[in-house]
């Protein structure tokens, strides 16, 4: 398996990091192996990949660009294509759309979304379409002075864009059609007063959306249906009686859809929940990542690993998860990276 780490690079982030960072991951013993590091960037914050694998798609943390690589799937090797303005501050994250023509951008400092469309070639083209976001900025002053949006994803039917506002407390939803994002006849779903929406998630199955709320600890569980959202249920991320200060970064589920996780900053943790028929959460448990600030994690594309970004203590540490209770368990691989808040897991063809 191939792994790709990006992170933090610049003084005004706090940065550490110097790239992207390549690695080789041996299947039996877990080892990683490092085989490339592509210089010249700027806080290469979060990667989207294309089904094949054959391009990568890179934000830059508090930057205005987007770049566009070519994957090696048989080395693993990155080649830069190009890099384009995406006509806003701090792009985030970012969704290929199904035909994989157009890439869709969270700009989180300028408080709007992008489309750009994608060349026969993978190379980025100019912005064809900018959308701010409009709302009332949430009761926190230093973290929700304007609309921040924080990701942004496609529903399985590709038909519908989901994009939470950590600054304004709302999840967006959009019809996207011929390349152009529309609001839905709902618009939007409000959170409580200084949750803070961060990232997303759909259930693998079931028409169920998932949203962790990043300043009070929760997750909130919609029912999902023709690019409808409708709430069900707000669980926190920590258990009770811990009175440190918190905050949500990553969610994902595991392969099977039993168990969904989320990474709590703060607690240094990722909080494991069990999901019931209906796709309701219960609390599970919890395991320290041993490091600090897990900005990101993501799952391993068997799913028997997790692997988890300790942005502000430079490492990542990796966890098999067991396949029957999805607990997690260290595994006492750790691998040092200056700031990673980026990793994408693959196989080579």
């Not at 980025?124 to 976001?133: D, F, G, N, R, Y």
């Not at 999902?224 to 707000?234: H, K, L």
């Amino acid at each position: 398996m191939f792994a790709y780490v990006g992170g933090y690079t610049t003084p005004d982030r706090n940065g550490r990091g110097n790239g992207i960072n390549v690695y080789r991951i041996d299947e039996v013993n877990g080892a990683w192996s490092h085989i490339q590091h592509v210089g010249g960037l700027e806080n290469p914050a979060l990667f989207t990949l294309t089904r094949d694998h054959s391009r990568l798609y890179s934000v830059h943390g508090g930057r205005n660009l987007m770049s566009a690589f070519a994957v090696d799937r048989r080395t693993g090797m990155l080649t830069l294509l190009n890099q384009v303005d995406c006509q806003g501050n701090n792009p985030v994250d970012s969704a290929l759309d199904p035909s994989e023509r157009f890439l869709v951008i969270a700009n989180y400092g300028s408080g709007a979304v992008a489309v750009m469309p994608i060349g026969e070639d993978g190379r980025l083209q100019p912005v064809s379409q900018l959308v701010p976001l409009q709302g009332t900025p949430g009761p926190n002053p230093k973290e929700q002075a304007s609309s921040h949006p924080h990701a942004v994803i496609f529903d399985p039917t590709g038909q519908y864009v989901i994009v939470p506002d950590k600054g304004f407390d709302r999840t967006f939803f959009f019809r996207f059609q011929d390349g152009r994002l529309t609001p839905t006849e709902q618009g939007f779903a409000d959170s409580a007063p200084g949750a803070a929406p961060r990232h997303t998630i759909f259930h693998p199955t079931l028409p169920v959306l998932y949203v962790n709320n990043e300043l009070d600890s929760t997750v909130t569980r919609f029912d999902w249906a023709a690019g409808r959202a409708t709430e069900r249920q707000v669980i926190s991320t920590v258990p009770g009686g811990f009175a440190g200060h918190n905050t949500t970064a990553e969610i994902a589920f595991g392969r099977d859809g039993r168990h969904l996780y989320v990474s709590n900053r703060g607690q240094d943790s990722i909080a494991r929940f069990t999901v019931g028929p209906d796709g309701s959460l219960t609390y599970a448990d919890h395991t320290l990542t041993g490091g600090v600030r897990p900005r990101f994690f993501t799952l391993g594309p068997k799913g028997g690993r997790l692997y988890a970004a300790n942005q502000d203590s430079d490492e990542i540490t990796v966890f098999a998860i067991d396949s029957g209770t999805g607990a997690l368990t260290p595994t006492g691989v750790r691998i040092k990276v200056g700031s990673p808040s980026a990793i994408s897991i693959v196989t080579p063809s």
